[in-house]
């Protein structure tokens, strides 16, 4: 199995061989190094790799992650099933990759804060006549006597709250170029995250 870890650095668009404009987005990465192989017949009971991305100062990382990566500060630790064939200390990079292949990019989305039912669900809000005064983005009824949920708030209503910052998963985008020597691999569509938001990023 083909991944990488690597940085969002920006968009921009290509152009096919039938002159069509496509949105890309550009990845950057340094490589990853191999920190540990679990194995199904190990302590671990499964088959994974972990591998470890970038640098921290060693004042800004646990005693106990210092002690497994052996006294390297990795500013992340990732972990991938299904990886056969690497052994500890091995660096893995995009050149792993080829242009066509079919990857999945997951990583967390921006953040945007408290947002009401509007902005975060999609609600329409009150009607704007007929003596609608403050309750244009209002999100209306959540409960009340004898709806649904018999005089209280169910589980799982939609409301307003803290909106984004949740791990996506894009699937089916396809390796449209690498760059080995500069460690950039370009896929098609869009992917999660802000500049600089560190995504996994997995041959299917």
Do not use: C, W
Not at 149 to 162: F, N, Y
């Amino acid at each position: 199995m083909k991944f990488i870890l690597a940085r969002k650095d920006s968009m921009t668009r290509i152009y096919g061989e039938d002159g069509r404009a496509r949105a890309a987005t550009l990845l950057k990465t340094d490589g990853a190094t191999v920190t540990q192989v679990k194995t199904a017949g190990g302590a671990d009971a499964y088959d994974a790799v972990q591998v470890g991305f970038g640098t921290r100062k060693e004042k800004n990382v646990s005693k106990a992650i210092l002690g497994h990566t052996k006294g390297v500060g990795y500013e992340a630790l990732r972990e991938f099933r299904g990886v056969e064939g690497l052994e500890t200390g091995a660096t893995v990079d995009v050149s792993t990759f080829a242009v066509g292949d079919i990857v999945s990019v997951a990583g967390l989305t921006k953040g945007k804060g408290f947002a009401g039912v509007v902005k975060r669900h999609g609600f329409h809000g009150g009607r704007r006549s007929h003596g609608q005064k403050h309750s244009e983005r209002e999100p209306g009824s959540i409960g009340g006597s004898g709806g649904r949920a018999g005089g209280r708030v169910a589980k799982g209503i939609r409301m307003a709250g803290r909106m984004g910052g949740d791990r996506v998963t894009v699937k089916n985008l396809r390796v449209l170029a690498v760059d080995p020597a500069a460690g950039e691999i370009l896929v098609s569509g869009a992917v999660p995250g802000r500049r600089g938001t560190l995504l996994e990023v997995v041959a299917e």
